[in-house]
Nanobody, 125 residues
Framework: QVQLVESGGGSVQAGGSLRLSCAVS????????MGWFRQAPGKEREGVAT???????SYADSVKGRFTISKDNGKSTLYLQMNSLEPEDTAMYYC???????????????????WGQGTQVTVSS
């Protein structure tokens, strides 16, 4: 029933910024871990940033200091602010959610139950 729809992807030059949004619908109650993942062609999917139900973030080492995950409960939306983008950030970015252990949600966590369709981010030099 939970549906996630990403938006905000696009093309940007190195050093630029983008903000991704994830609209959540079909939510029927309870607390969720929320996160952003990415996958580049020929590479494994990796966790980028996650957020606990209480709003505590966790980031991949590769994006620390550059990306910020946040949420607006009133708008049922998850965000990923991406600054100082690098070509290595080029990937399809996915929003995910999971009701399991919503207060313990590290970026290394596996088993997210719900996924969006993805939004493409392309960073050129």
């Amino acid at each position: 029933q939970v549906q996630l729809v990403e938006s905000g992807g696009g093309s940007v030059q190195a050093g630029g910024s983008l903000r991704l949004s994830c609209a959540v619908s079909g939510y029927t109650g309870g607390s969720y871990c929320m996160g952003w993942f990415r996958q580049a062609p020929g590479k494994e999917r990796e966790g980028v940033a996650t957020l606990t139900s209480a709003g505590i973030p966790s980031y991949a080492d590769s994006v620390k200091g550059r990306f910020t995950i946040s949420k607006d409960n009133g708008k049922s939306t998850l965000y990923l602010q991406m600054n100082s983008l690098e070509p290595e950030d080029t990937a399809m970015y996915y929003c995910a959610a999971d009701p399991r252990s919503p207060f313990n949600c590290p970026v290394t966590r596996a088993g997210f139950a719900y996924w969006g369709q993805g939004t493409q981010v392309t960073v050129s030099s």
